[in-house]
């Protein structure tokens, strides 16, 4: 698991940059990493990048017998989230189809943000947006709603699909207004040193050049590009390989 100085550091970045960091340190092909498939909606976006642990927890408002099969159920919940260091990031599957009620709102979004959650990605709906937000409360969602209905902890602590992705208990979450990525403890091993770098690189190699291409002329231009990108491929496999 990472410190918490390094998810904020990790911060200071959006999650394409992260992702170009993740896909040189992982096992997997680019394309497989578990970053959301479906469009997710960032209500929030003046709040920024959100990065933490993820939380996971199932829900279905739309049936009142879960509240009654389990009373006890909140306060479950709520053991199970102070087990876990914050920063946290909740992952709420929401069984339901279509969605009627809402996990979230004022007054669970300040609960959690007092157990060190600083937001939420649910595949189901939120209310109370203006007041989330002014609990610090960052919400990325499917839609809005009006209602509850009957909003309960149904299990917690397990592995959920969401955004036609899988999410783990445990998982790193970066999310932001592009969308969000669930990076598992293996592939944090050099992260934030592979995204400084890769950052580096763009800005050394390519983000330089094309931004002082005044006066160059086109064809001057397309030859130092060639060059820039061959430079930029060589300086991440030395970094890369080299480890």
Request: some cysteine; overall charge negative.
């Amino acid at each position: 698991m990472l410190s918490y100085a390094e998810m904020l550091n990790l911060k200071r970045w959006n999650t394409p940059t992260i992702y170009n960091g993740w896909e040189k340190v992982t096992r997997l092909e680019r394309t497989q990493g578990r970053f959301n498939r479906a469009p997710v909606r960032d209500f929030m976006p003046q709040m920024g990048i959100m990065v933490g642990t993820a939380v996971t927890v199932v829900c279905q408002p739309s049936n009142p017998e879960h509240q009654r099969a389990n009373p006890d159920a909140q306060r479950q919940y709520m053991e199970y989230l102070a087990s876990v260091p914050g920063p946290k990031i909740v992952i709420v599957k929401d069984l339901d189809s279509p969605h009627i009620g809402s996990f979230w709102g004022e007054i669970n979004a300040n609960m959690h943000r007092a157990m060190g959650c600083v937001g939420t990605i649910t595949d189901g709906c939120v209310r109370d947006l203006d007041e989330m937000a002014n609990a610090g409360f960052h919400a990325m969602a499917k839609h809005a709603c009006i209602g509850h209905a009957y909003s309960t902890p149904v299990r917690w602590g397990c592995e959920v699909e969401a955004f036609g992705t899988t999410v783990r208990p445990g998982d790193l979450i970066h999310a932001d207004k592009h969308g969000f990525m669930s990076i598992d403890e293996e592939d944090c091993a050099g992260l934030l040193e592979a995204v400084r770098f890769m950052d580096a690189n763009e800005c050394d190699n390519l983000l330089a050049l094309s931004r002082n291409a005044a006066g160059m002329g086109l064809e001057a231009f397309i030859e130092a590009y060639a060059a820039a990108v061959e430079k930029f491929k060589s300086d991440a496999d030395a970094f890369f390989n080299g480890k």
